[in-house]
Each structure stands twice: as C-alpha cells, then as structure tokens.
C-alpha cells in the first residue's frame, strides 16, 4: 500500500468512576487515536500511552511527538510497503514501542480491511469468543472494594485481579478471597511497588491461592524477579518488563517468569505480541492478554489476539463498560464471562467519528 497521510486524533474519554493504581490515580482516559488515509482505504489504530510517564517512559504528548518528527515521515517516505515491514522501517528509531503499534496496528487494519480478512484470522485465532477478567482498582476502603468486585462477579467474569501496592495487599486480598469463595481466578498486580524488603509481605499472599502475582519489582530488574519466584508459592508473571520476543525468552529461561502478560503496545505492534504468543508456547509457558484501558478500537484487537491458542488464562479484555459509559465503537458485552471475537474485516469495529469530534482535546494534526 501507498501511505498518503496520517491523522493524529487526541482525545479525552470521562471513566466510569476513578482508576488507582500503585503509580497513580486517572478519573479521565487521554489517549491518541491514529486515522492512515493509504491507496487502497483507511485504517485506525489506538495508541496504548497514557497522559503521564508513569506505567512506561512513554506518554500521550511523546507518542504524537514522534510520530509527527520521526515515524510518520519515515513511513511516508518509504513509497509501497505492506504492514509486516512497518517494524523495520521504524526499527532505527529506539524504544517507542507504543507510538510504533499504533502506528502498524491502522496499517494493518487499512490492509486487512482491502484483503477482507479479520485481526483474529490474521494473527491465527482458534476461538470465536474469549474469556474475560477484570482488573479492580486501588479503593479509598476494603468495603467500596468489595462493593465494586461484587458487581463484576454478578456480571460474569472470570478473574478478579486486584491493584495492590505497600499497605493495600494483604487485607484487601483476603477480604476478597473470602467474598468470592477459592474457586474464581485471583491475581494482584503491584506495577512495580516492591523491593526484595517486602519478601515477607509478597510471601504473605501465598495462603490465597493466587493465580499469579504481577511485576512486583522494577521493570530492569529481572534478577529480583528470578529470586522472588525461588521464594513464594504463587507464580511470577512479569508485565512492564516484557518489551520484546527476546526479552521474554531472556525472563523465562532465567527463571524469573513463569506465565506472561501481552500487550502489544509494550512489545511494539501485534505482530510482535504474536510471536512473544509462540515463543512462550513453545516453551510451555501459560500467556494471558493484558490491557490498557482500551476504547472498542484497541479492545476489538486485543480480543483478536487473546483468541490465539497460548493465551490460555483470562485476560484484562474486559467489556467497554468496565471503563467507559459509552464507547467509541459498538460496545463490548460481555456473555457469559466471554467477549466474542469481531469477524469482520481488520480490527472489525468502525470508529463513530462523532465521538473522535466531541471528545477531541487537541486539534487534529495532519502529517502528509
Ligand atoms: O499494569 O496491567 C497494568 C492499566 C493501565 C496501565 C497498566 C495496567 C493497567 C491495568 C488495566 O491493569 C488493564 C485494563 O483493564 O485495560
Ligand atoms: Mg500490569
């Protein structure tokens, strides 16, 4: 395909009721959409950035600032190129993994659009429907958590997978263990709030049966994470640190994860995501989709790819309302704990232009 343009859409989207995790609290989601106008039709893609560095180095405002300076004009210089061959065209600028996705994701959204094929046939999906968990906030108390992890039960999901942090661990984990009862799949991600100093209160959750505990330590510190797991019962998994294919065999065969969480945006496109997907699956090792809270245009792709065969634990895929009252796509219901993978054509949601218009906190920037 010929790239004529591409459209940098920011947008501010009100949450349903607030975010907090071990590294902030959000109560609106400001995100970067991507529109590529190519020779043969449109593509969108969601940049996974949020509004501050605080989950990545990577933010909204650097996202758009690359992509205008550096990618954009890359790929706008590069005259026919098809999707698989945007990671190499961009490969000479460093890191910027989510900017580069999202980029890739509306190419190959344009692309699949034209060959009439879906995300999910695309990337090799077994399934027509995923299984869903949900990720639960810090609370300001343990009652408004139980409160909230009481209504996602009764909407169906599979696993409840709780924000935890120093001093919002051991309690609101017990506490919800004891309200949902030993059998529903229960998780905790730390974003890194830990060191080796709190072995004992990592060690502490052992008598929940947790499914996994996720990245713990630092992002760098893969070392910490190999010797946590020679430690404590519940399993490590590693979020932030996973940037690359490579970089997931490294964690794995030293030990330091033994299940893994995927998300394209980290790893720098869905085509990566797919073979991070393989190598761990050749390696026997358990994957499940992680998110970003997603709009229907991220989320459409992330169920697309939590249909592969090695994602076999519930992943934050939850429904739009999760986050959002109303969605920028149709919305995303859950039935019966499950999402259903699109099938029509690239990620198989239209945007509602209407929603981009209203919701736009910049204008819109045009690189040509
Ligand atoms: O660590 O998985 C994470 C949201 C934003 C940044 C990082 C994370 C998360 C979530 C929510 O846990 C995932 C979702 O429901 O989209
Ligand atoms: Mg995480």
Redesign the pocket.
Known sequence: MLLHAIELHRIAIPLVRP?E?SFGRETERELLLIRVRTDIGDGWGECVA?AAPL?SSEYVDAAAHVIERHLGPALLAAGPFTAVTVSSLLSHVVGHRMAKAALEAALLDAELRQWGVSFGEYFGAVRDRVECG??VGISPDIPTLLDEVSGYVAEGYRRI?L?VKPGWDREPVAAVRDLIGAELGLQV?A?TAYSRDDLDTLKALDEFGLLLI??PFVEEDIASHVWLASKIQTPVCL??SITSTDVAIDAIERGATSIV?IKAGRVGGYLEAVRVHDACRERGIPVWC?????TGVGRAANVALAALPGFTLPG?T?GSS??YAEDLTEPFELVDGHLVVPTGAGTGVTVREELVADWACASVVTIR
């Open positions: 975010f995790t949020m989950y949900v990720s997978k924000k991600d974003n996720e990245q979020d932030e969480n992680g998110g970003m809270l997603e934050d939850s999760r986050y």
